[in-house]
T-cell receptor
Framework: QKEVEQNSGPLSVPEGAIASLNCTYS??????FFWYRQYSGKSPELIMF????GDKEDGRFTAQLNKASQYVSLLIRDSQPSDSATYLC?????????????FGPGTSLSVIP | DTAVSQTPKYLVTQMGNDKSIKCEQN?????MYWYKQDSKKFLKIMFS???????INETVPNRFSPKSPDKAHLNLHINSLELGDSAVYFC?????????????FGPGTRLTVT
């Protein structure tokens, strides 16, 4: 079983819709969880992190974490064409960013105008 | 000002050659990383240094050797390049502070081995 799994996509949603991105992880000791966005030909950039069960909202983005189910998701409300990118889920055993972060394979999102 | 910079941006070379990629960060971070992203976009950590000390050394061939002359620089030297080394290599940095979660990535170096 891979350590971090995501649907590879591509996931296509119409502009204005909610995009739902899912991620599962295998290590029950994982403490912190990240969503990075990567535009084509660019480097990853952090958009959300979460370390407690439940929801965390930041603007149009909501991260959801369920440690019992080893599941983390990212919801993007009112999707815009500029949200079209690959979204990388990442997990870390520690409550910091400096220990080994394991990335998932990414989900490609396409927002159709 | 560029936070994490890498040179070169593109590198095309032949099998068997030796090449280096340089990385510098001006964020004052203590920890730096090298990642490899293959054609399937899978981002995989290779090495991590904290204050010039190697703290993460994943299973990579011995042909890859990182070097950190100071905490703001982390270089990657690759000997005897192989076709399978073709990928985008990202340098990243972060603070070593609990609660600080972000890794800052450089623009990447696209390595093509022919």
């Amino acid at each position: 079983q891979k350590e971090v799994e995501q649907n590879s996509g591509p996931l296509s949603v119409p502009e204005g819709a909610i995009a739902s991105l899912n991620c599962t992880y295998s290590d029950r000791g994982s403490q912190s969880f990240f969503w990075y966005r990567q535009y084509s030909g660019k480097s990853p950039e952090l958009i959300m992190f979460i370390y407690s069960n439940g929801d965390k909202e930041d603007g149009r983005f909501t991260a959801q974490l369920n440690k019992a189910s080893q599941y983390v998701s990212l919801l993007i409300r009112d999707s815009q064409p500029s949200d079209s990118a690959t979204y990388l889920c990442a997990v870390n055993r520690a409550e910091t960013s400096y220990d080994k972060v394991i990335f998932g394979p990414g989900t490609s999102l396409s927002v159709i105008p | 000002d560029t936070a994490v910079s890498q040179t070169p941006k593109y590198l095309v070379t032949q099998m068997g050659n030796d090449k280096s990629i340089k990385c510098e960060q001006n964020l004052g971070h203590d920890t730096m990383y090298w990642y490899k992203q293959d054609s399937k976009k899978f981002l995989k950590i290779m090495f991590s240094y904290n204050n010039k000390e190697l703290i993460i050394n994943e299973t990579v061939p011995n042909r890859f050797s990182p070097k950190s002359p100071d905490k703001a620089h982390l270089n990657l030297h690759i000997n005897s390049l192989e076709l399978g080394d073709s990928a985008v290599y990202f340098c990243a940095s972060s603070r070593r502070v609990i609660g600080d979660y972000e890794q800052y990535f450089g623009p990447g170096t696209r390595l093509t081995v022919t």
